[in-house]
C-alpha cells in the first residue's frame, strides 16, 4: 500500500533563512507527487507537484522539490523563508493523476524573526 | 481561476443530529472528493463522489455515517449523520478537472464542525 512519510513535526527556521521539509514515499510504481501548504483557519493551496520528466519542479511563493527516485524521496526546498510561510506543509501521493490522495501527517512550520 | 466553495464554513452541533455540507464548484469538473481532518491531523478520504451514482467509501467510512449525493458536475454534499463528539473535525471536498490542472487536485476552504 501507498504510504507518505514526513519525519519531521515540528520545524522552526529563522526568517531569510533557507528551508527543506522532508518528504518520504513508499510505492512500487512512479508516482504522482504533490505538495500543499494550509496556513491557518485555511483550505489547501496546492504548492507543486511532480509527474514526470525534469526532477527539480518550481512551484508557487519560491518553492521547489525534488524528486530522488532512489531515495524514495521528494522534499520542498526554499532559499529564503518569509514570516508568511509559517504553515503547516503536507506531502501527498496519487498512484494515477486525478486520483485520490494519500497525505503525510504534516510538518508544522515556524519562522523566528 | 475557477473557485470552490463550501457551506457552512464552521457550525457547532448537538450529538445526535445531521449536518449537511454543500461544495459547489463553478465550472464542471470529473472527480470530486471529501476528506477528513480530525483535530491536529492530516487529512483522510472519506470517499469519491461520483456523479449520478453511489459514492464509493474508503474503509473506515459508511454510506449510513456520511451519505453522499452528487447530482451534477458542479455540486455535491456530505451529510455527517448522528454526530458524536469524535466527528468533530475539519471536512473538505476537492476537485480534479479544472482547467487550471486537469490531473491536480484542488481542495475547497473547509467547513470546521464541532459536535458538542
Known amino acids: 500500500a501507498q504510504s507518505v512519510t514526513q519525519p519531521d513535526i515540528h520545524i522552526t527556521v529563522s526568517e531569510g533563512a533557507s528551508l527543506e521539509l522532508r518528504c518520504n514515499y513508499s510505492y512500487g510504481a512512479t508516482p504522482y507527487l504533490f505538495w500543499y501548504v494550509q496556513s491557518p483557519g485555511q483550505g489547501l493551496q496546492l504548492l507543486l507537484k511532480?509527474?514526470?520528466?525534469?526532477?527539480l519542479v518550481q512551484g508557487i511563493k519560491g518553492f521547489e522539490a525534488e524528486f530522488k527516485r532512489s531515495q524514495s524521496s521528494f522534499n520542498l526546498r526554499k532559499p529564503s523563508v518569509h514570516w508568511s510561510d509559517a504553515a503547516e506543509y503536507f506531502c501527498?501521493?496519487?498512484?494515477?493523476?486525478?486520483?485520490?490522495?494519500?497525505f503525510g501527517k504534516g510538518t508544522t512550520l515556524s519562522v523566528s524573526s | 481561476s475557477a473557485v470552490i466553495s463550501q457551506k457552512p464554513s464552521r457550525d457547532i452541533c448537538q450529538r445526535g443530529t445531521s449536518l449537511t455540507i454543500q461544495c459547489q464548484v463553478d465550472s464542471q469538473v470529473t472527480m470530486m472528493f471529501w476528506y477528513r481532518q480530525q483535530p491536529g491531523q492530516s487529512l483522510t478520504l472519506i470517499a469519491t463522489a461520483n456523479q449520478g451514482s453511489e459514492a464509493t467509501y474508503e474503509s473506515g467510512f459508511v454510506i449510513d455515517k456520511f451519505p453522499i449525493s452528487r447530482p451534477n458536475l458542479t455540486f455535491s454534499t456530505l451529510t455527517v449523520s448522528n454526530m458524536s463528539p469524535e466527528d468533530s473535525s475539519i471536512y473538505l471536498c476537492?476537485?480534479?478537472?479544472?482547467?487550471?490542472?486537469?490531473?491536480?487536485?484542488?481542495f475547497g476552504p473547509g467547513t470546521r464542525l464541532t459536535v458538542l
Open positions: 511532480y509527474f514526470s520528466g525534469d526532477t
Open positions: 501527498a501521493v496519487s498512484n494515477q493523476a486525478g486520483t485520490a490522495l494519500i
Open positions: 476537492s476537485v480534479v478537472g479544472l482547467a487550471s490542472g486537469a490531473d491536480t487536485q484542488y
